[in-house]
């Protein structure tokens, strides 16, 4: 059974801060992986997606490195912000499940002016 | 492109009753999926529907059950509601095949009474 885990749970950052998130997950058999963001009482919003063959996705600020055979994910924010303060959840997907995700308990990130 | 509705935002319901909730995926979008969110079990799987047939289905109780219609639009009906079925309930959309990214709608939040 696929179990995903996220370290820390929670973490208050000053504005400008370059910050690492940690995910990792037990079964190596994965498809993808994928980050979102989650703002208090709304949906998800996807940041990334990473294939299992590749190594590492940027958008903007943000970069997702993963290492599918040691089964870990960094989500690596880059000058950080208030507004980057949210919920940010590790998901990953396996080879043959679909599009169902398994998902880690999050993050929660507050970014202090 | 639109993304991903669900109705109502909102529901209040009391014990032993039933509910359905409403999911209109991305236009294109073929695969929809539901999750459910509380703060003790975190995100959870319940069903995926592609092509109006049930593709992947959670550990969840026969109470949770769901349809999907030939343009794709999506329900879930959870009969004879318990306290503990209080929840967001998320709503996700992706194409019907790799890489499986999944856009989620705004969720519906369900409160049982």
């Known amino acids: 059974k696929q179990e995903v885990t996220q370290i820390p749970a929670a973490l208050s950052v000053p504005e400008g801060e370059n910050l690492v998130l940690n995910c990792s997950f037990t079964d190596s058999a994965i498809y993808n992986l994928q980050w979102f963001r989650q703002d208090p009482g709304k949906g998800l919003t996807s940041l990334l997606l990473?294939?299992?063959?590749?190594r590492e996705q940027t958008s903007g600020r943000l970069n997702a490195s993963l290492d599918k055979s040691s089964g870990r994910s960094t989500l690596y924010i880059a000058a950080s912000q208030p507004g980057d303060s949210a919920t940010y959840l590790c998901a990953v997907r396996r080879e043959t499940s679909g599009s169902r995700l398994t998902f880690g308990e999050g993050t929660q990130l507050t970014v202090n002016p | 492109k639109a993304g991903v509705t669900q109705t109502p935002r909102y529901l209040i319901k009391t014990r032993g009753q039933q509910v359905t909730l409403s999911c209109s995926p991305i236009s294109g979008h073929r695969s929809v999926s539901w999750y459910q969110q509380t703060p003790g079990q975190g995100l959870q799987f319940l069903f995926e529907?592609?092509?109006?047939?049930?593709?992947n289905k959670g550990n969840f109780p026969g109470r949770f059950s769901g349809r999907q219609f030939s343009n794709s639009r999506s329900e879930m009906n959870v009969s004879t509601l318990e306290l503990g079925d209080s929840a967001l309930y998320l709503c996700a959309s992706s194409l019907a095949s790799g890489p499986y990214e999944q856009y989620f709608g705004p969720g519906t939040r369900l409160t049982v009474t």
């Open positions: 990473i294939q299992s063959s590749q």
């Open positions: 529907y592609f092509s109006e047939t049930q593709r």
